[in-house]
């Protein structure tokens, strides 16, 4: 007698089997939301200008050479600090230029009586020194609050000293011409602030304000899910990745690479290396579990291939969009695609993260001569 097959076993309609996420097919989930910080990528892509220090690390000198293009011009940076910059320090540079970008800032044109005092604060000289000025009104605890920390008093005295630290980067810039040959040089301070009562009055350097209110040839920065990544390398790796991945393609980095642009410069001995690549991978992985984030190995485990989720527009944005008269076109096969709704984790940090509003919709910001805005001196 025969054995009998065994019995494959069915699978109900109700309970289909799980289809694990294949790399080949990018995830599908789309940003419906405004709270980013439309930032120059200058500082972003500069090697060493911020870095992930550990907390008593003895202060290092800075010294960063980079180019870029502001305005279609070729320019040539040397940014230079008697301290080194940190992951905080970037992202109270972020904050700042999101509230640049939601107009929460007062214009303060060449020719305005209080011009030439803040001028000389941002120790502008040569090129830009006519440029108008974007002042930002904000508080120590504003600020802390917008980068993901609570406004206690410890928090505000670790913005002022953030503040101190990019204040004393000093910034020499030359323009160039095709070939090569500088045309026009100056110097400013990468950030310079006045003190009053209750207020700050923070100014940026002329290209991160100009980058911010324009909002052209910038790195959108989703400033929720950088209050929610953990550690400060993963908090480097994001910004880097926010500036340089595309939207639903992907694209092929090298860890060597990642490194250097998290670290600033290349391991020194083989157990750094070890050390920061385990450190990379742990900020891979971090950053990989944000909503729409795909970082994918190849195979031999070297390089990353990474693309980062769509900005779909505001809930406002569609809604306005769903209102306009549509003219009649022929009919075509649609397929709708459901959007992954995956919610963010909150960064578990030893301060309690501030639940902080999204940000505005964009508006004309006023001027210093404005009487919405009284302008303290």
């Known amino acids: 007698m025969k054995p009998s097959k065994p019995v494959k076993p069915s699978i109900s309609p109700k309970r289909r ?8 097919e990018p995830a599908r989930y789309a940003v419906d939301y405004m709270d980013h910080a439309p930032v120059w990528q200058g500082p972003i892509f500069a090697p060493g200008l911020f870095r992930p220090t550990q907390n008593g690390a003895p202060a290092a000198p800075l010294e960063v050479l980079f180019s870029a293009k502001v305005e279609t011009r070729s320019m040539r940076y040397v940014l230079r600090s008697p301290e080194a910059l940190n992951v905080t320090d970037q992202a109270v540079y972020f904050f700042l230029c999101q509230r640049i970008a939601a107009s929460k800032y007062v214009r303060l044109p060449c020719g305005h009586e209080s011009f030439d005092e803040y001028s000389r604060a941002l120790s502008v000289r040569g090129l830009w020194k006519d440029k108008q000025l974007a002042v930002i009104v904000a508080t120590p605890s504003e600020i802390a609050a917008g980068i993901g920390l609570t406004r206690t008093g410890t928090n505000a005295k670790a913005m002022l000293a953030s503040l101190n630290r990019l204040s004393q980067v000093t910034m020499e810039f030359q323009m160039v011409n095709e070939s090569g040959s500088a045309i026009g040089q100056g110097t400013s301070r990468f950030l310079s602030f006045l003190c009053f009562d209750e207020n700050l009055n923070i100014m940026l350097n002329f290209e991160s304000a100009l980058m911010a209110i324009h909002r052209k040839g910038v790195a959108l920065v989703n400033m929720r899910e950088h209050r929610g990544l953990r550690t400060k ?31 600033g410069e290349a391991p020194a001995t083989p157990s750094v290396r070890k050390d920061r690549k385990r450190t990379l991978r742990q900020a891979i992985e971090e950053v990989s579990r944000l909503p729409g984030w795909t970082c ?37 096969a649609a397929t709708p695609t459901h959007r992954a709704v995956t919610p963010t984790s909150v960064a578990t940090t030893p301060t309690e993260v501030a639940a902080t509003p999204t940000a505005d919709l964009l508006k004309p910001a006023c001027s210093a001569d404005s009487e919405e805005l009284w302008f303290a001196l």
Do not use: C, N
């Not at 089997?17 to 080949?24: V, Y």
């Not at 070297?302 to 022929?330: C, I």
């Open 233 to 263: 390398p993963a908090k480097r790796l994001h910004a880097w990745l926010s500036a340089w991945a595309s939207e639903g393609s992907r694209k092929l980095v090298g860890l060597e690479r990642l490194m250097v642009s998290i670290w």
């Open 17 to 24: 089997p799980i289809r694990h996420h294949k790399p080949e």
């Open 296 to 332: 994918v190995y190849t195979e031999k485990g070297d390089q990353l291939l990474v693309a980062k989720p769509v900005f779909a527009g505001t809930k406002a944005q569609q809604g306005s969009q769903a209102s306009k008269p549509k003219k009649p076109a022929a009919e075509s």
